[in-house]
Nanobody
């Protein structure tokens, strides 16, 4: 599975942004999909994940209530809808695919895409 994240950009605090991650290859619908982010000088951290069917989701406490993950298996795409963005959301955002159960553990994700930069100005 090859993943390509896009949709990042420079926005003001309080704005919204939607990230997309397009997957190529077969069996996209069988993978748990996740979003992670890495801010400058910090370790990569979990943001959100969605089950293969879209019926179950996980969120980091820092984004709960502001971010929504969704997927369209017909389009081999997973989305991250980000509302009420804050400067601390500034990071490179990565999408990833896991053949394991719904999880926030990076090591359980088999495939990673190149990131897309989100910058939130105050």
């Amino acid at each position: 599975v090859q993943l390509q994240a896009y949709g990042g950009g420079l926005v003001q605090s309080g704005s919204s942004l939607r990230l997309s991650c397009a997957a190529s290859g077969r069996r996209f619908s069988s993978y748990v999909m996740g979003w992670f982010r890495q801010a400058p000088g910090k370790e990569r951290e979990f943001v959100s994940a969605i089950s293969w069917s879209g019926g179950s989701t996980l969120y980091a406490d820092s984004v709960k209530g502001r971010f929504t993950i969704s997927r369209d298996n017909a389009k081999n795409t997973v989305y991250l809808h980000m509302n009420s963005l804050k400067p601390e959301d500034t990071a490179v955002y990565y999408c990833a695919a896991s053949s394991a159960v719904l999880t926030s553990t990076p090591i359980l994700y088999n495939y990673w895409g190149q990131g897309t930069l989100v910058t939130v100005s105050s």
